[in-house]
């Protein structure tokens, strides 16, 4: 053999284990936050409502997610125009997804996820009386999220109780998601 054939064969070997790496590394795995409303109706049950959607891969376990989590008051009675009163995290079934309004979504790494999930549970398991439709209601839940995201967030006073006009805002406060308004 000559010495430019071992070089050859050397090149050949040293491209070939770079391909097999490069091949074999795990797929940059994320979390994607998407930010949704659901327009409901105060007469039929399904009132206004802000949530959010986790769907993704863990980078460091490989797990799969896919959850969604809105904050509403546990008993949807005429005490919460009066007050404060009990609140829980609420999920919501595909049925009811497929009727929402997806305005933007973001990506986050491992360790954000995980901190959201943190405050998932905080808003869940707070004691007393928690939600409050001024104070604490959907829309302050779901900022808390955007927050934690690294969003630019804000609660005008004539949003509070109307879910996609306040995400419609966000998306005008961050035109980075290069997200569309949402009317209707």
């Given at each position: 053999?000559?010495?430019?054939?071992?070089?050859?064969?050397?090149?050949?070997?040293?491209?070939?284990?770079?391909?097999?790496?490069?091949?074999?590394?795990?797929?940059?795995?994320?979390?994607?936050?998407?930010?949704?409303?659901?327009?409901?109706?105060?007469?039929?049950g399904?009132?206004?409502?802000?949530?959010?959607?986790?769907?993704?891969?863990?980078?460091?376990?490989?797990?799969?997610?896919?959850?969604?989590?809105?904050?509403t008051?546990?008993?949807?009675?005429?005490?919460?125009?009066?007050?404060?009163?009990?609140?829980?995290?609420?999920?919501?079934?595909?049925?009811?997804?497929?009727?929402?309004?997806r305005?933007?979504?973001?990506?986050?790494?491992?360790?954000?996820?995980?901190?959201?999930?943190?405050?998932?549970?905080?808003?869940?398991?707070?004691?007393?009386?928690?939600?409050?439709?001024?104070?604490?209601?959907c829309?302050?839940?779901?900022?808390?999220?955007?927050?934690?995201?690294?969003?630019k967030?804000?609660?005008?006073?004539?949003?509070?109780?109307?879910?996609?006009?306040?995400?419609?805002?966000?998306?005008?406060?961050?035109?980075?998601?290069?997200?569309?308004?949402?009317?209707?």
């Amino acid at each position: 053999m000559t010495l430019r054939t071992v070089w050859t064969l050397c090149l050949r070997l040293v491209l070939s284990f770079l391909a097999l790496v490069a091949f074999t590394q795990p797929a940059c795995a994320k979390v994607e936050v998407e930010f949704r409303s659901f327009n409901g109706s105060m007469f039929f049950g399904r009132y206004p409502h802000t949530f959010v959607i986790f769907h993704g891969t863990l980078d460091a376990t490989g797990q799969k997610i896919d959850e969604n989590f809105g904050f509403t008051a546990r008993h949807v009675t005429p005490a919460i125009l009066s007050g404060p009163v009990e609140g829980e995290i609420w999920i919501e079934e595909p049925k009811w997804i497929a009727k929402t309004n997806r305005h933007f979504a973001v990506t986050v790494d491992d360790a954000t996820y995980h901190e959201m999930r943190a405050e998932v549970d905080f808003w869940d398991k707070h004691p007393g009386k928690f939600y409050d439709l001024d104070h604490n209601n959907c829309i302050h839940f779901v900022g808390k999220i955007a927050q934690m995201a690294g969003l630019k967030v804000d609660f005008p006073k004539e949003l509070l109780r109307k879910p996609r006009a306040w995400l419609n805002h966000i998306a005008a406060l961050n035109p980075q998601l290069h997200a569309k308004a949402i009317n209707g």
